[in-house]
């Protein structure tokens, strides 16, 4: 009678304790679509952006130099600490000129309605050469392992934080879009413990230290469509990371690699997600 009465309860307590472990993972489908219109509009305004206030530096360290842009909080308070946004561009923008890497997800943190609710530093590198490069692993999914610049992006981190000690440290997120999202894969993967939240837009995925980036806040945006970095890629890593709590996987069943930043431009729907993370 006893072992009747248990095992329901037993399985009552293990939903709960699932449920519970994995409330805040979530996987959703959106519908959106994109026209020749919005395409173009949404790409004008954030273009037409005067990046100016993007300080130009260049990192160097032995025989490698990497030129980076900097913007800096529009207004600052004594005694306040301010999160650190790192993004990385796609293979289109790769060279040297210190402009090019000032793609989308770079300008989109002009936008006034951006710039002035959303107070942090942001580092836009840019790289002379492909920052991940691609090959297939054992299950026949592509894969991206990083150049050997990334490292050094380590240290170029650490040295505007030494500049700007008013960096909030918990407080670094990663934000990529094709290689680049790669890239800001690779780089979490390589230090998972510095950084509070990664967002990959259409990566080609890292699956080289998985146990220790099971728990980080993490969001996934791919295009079903995609056939550059095959969309497969997201849904293995998805599955890989099926036990993190912090997971989130936006699939766009009608958008392709080329459209899947569109609607993002002009909201502030990837601010909005940053911000409220934390290590």
């Known amino acids: 009678m006893q072992r009747q009465i248990l095992q329901p309860i037993l399985i009552i307590l293990s939903l709960i304790l699932t449920t519970n472990f994995i409330a805040g993972q979530k996987k959703e489908f959106r519908d959106t679509q994109v026209d020749s219109l ?25 025989s490698i130099q990497i030129p980076y842009r ?27 000129d210190n402009e090019n890497q000032l793609e989308l997800f770079a300008k989109m943190w002009l936008r006034n309605e951006i710039y002035s609710k959303y107070q942090c530093y942001v580092i836009a590198p840019q790289f002379s050469k492909r920052s991940s490069n691609y090959e297939n692993n054992s299950e026949n999914i592509q894969i991206s392992k990083p150049s050997h610049d990334v490292f050094a992006l380590l240290e170029l981190i650490k040295n505007v934080e030494k500049e700007y000690p008013d960096i909030d440290k918990g407080r670094i997120y990663l934000i990529g879009y094709s290689m680049g999202a790669s890239t800001a894969q690779n780089l979490m993967n390589i230090q998972p413990d510095q950084f509070a939240a990664l967002v990959s837009v259409a990566a080609v995925p890292d699956f080289s230290n998985l146990r220790k980036i099971s728990k980080k806040n993490i969001w996934l945006i791919h295009g079903e469509k995609d056939t550059d970095n095959p969309y497969i890629g997201s849904v293995e890593l998805f599955n890989k990371l099926s036990s993190d709590p912090n997971l989130v996987f936006t699939t766009f069943t009608h958008l392709n690699h080329n459209n899947i930043v569109i609607p993002f431009l002009l909201t502030e729907e990837i601010p909005k997600w940053l911000f409220k993370k934390h290590k």
């Open 38 to 62: 919005t395409f173009l509009n949404n790409r004008k305004v954030v273009n037409s952006l005067n990046t100016e206030v993007f300080k130009k530096k260049i990192f160097s360290k032995d």
């Open 70 to 96: 900097l913007l800096t909080p529009q207004n600052t308070a004594k005694g306040k600490k301010y999160p650190l946004v790192i993004t990385f561009h796609n293979s289109t923008r790769i060279g040297s």
